[in-house]
C-alpha cells in the first residue's frame, strides 16, 4: 500500500506544480492508478489528505514515502512523476523544479533506468488507453 499512496502523493505534487490542472492529467492519472490496481476511493481519500497540506509538506511527505520504498519501486514511482509531467508535452518549470526538489532527496536512483521504466510504463499506458 506505500507504493500506491505514493504514487498518489506524487501524482497530487506533481499536476498541481503550475496550478493548472488540466483534463488530460486528470485522466491519465486515473489511468495510471487502474493499471497499478489502486480503488477510486483510496485515491480520492489520499487526494483530499493531499489538499490539506502546503507544498513543502507535501514535498517532505513524498520524499519519506519514497525513501520507504524499494529501488525498484523508488524508480517506479519517479517514472510515473515523469509520465504526468509531460502529458501536456511541456514541463513547466515549476514541475520541473518540484521534480528537482525530490531527486535532490533520493539516494543516487540510476536517471537511465528511470527512463528505462518510464519508457514500459509509457507503453502500458498507451495499451490501457487504446482498450478503454
Not at 15 to 26: C, K, L, M, Q
Not at 38 to 56: F, G, N, Q, V, Y
Not at 63 to 92: C, F, G, H, P
Not at 97 to 111: G, R
Amino acid at each position: 500500500m506505500d507504493y500506491a499512496l505514493t504514487i498518489c502523493r506524487l501524482y497530487y505534487l506533481i499536476i498541481h506544480a503550475d496550478g493548472d490542472v488540466t483534463e488530460s492529467e486528470w485522466r491519465v492519472g486515473k489511468q495510471i492508478m487502474k493499471l497499478e490496481g489502486l480503488a477510486d476511493d483510496i485515491l480520492e481519500t489520499e487526494l483530499a489528505k493531499c489538499r490539506l497540506l502546503s507544498k513543502t509538506e507535501l514535498i517532505d511527505l513524498c520524499i519519506a514515502s519514497l525513501n520507504r520504498l524499494t529501488t525498484k519501486y523508488q524508480i517506479r514511482s519517479l517514472a510515473w512523476m515523469y509520465i504526468v509531467s509531460e502529458i501536456d508535452w511541456a514541463v513547466d518549470k515549476t514541475e520541473r523544479f518540484v521534480i528537482d526538489q525530490i531527486l535532490a532527496n533520493m539516494v543516487k536512483l540510476p536517471h537511465s533506468e528511470i527512463a528505462l521504466v518510464e519508457s514500459e510504463l509509457s507503453s502500458n499506458l498507451i495499451s490501457f488507453q487504446e482498450l478503454v
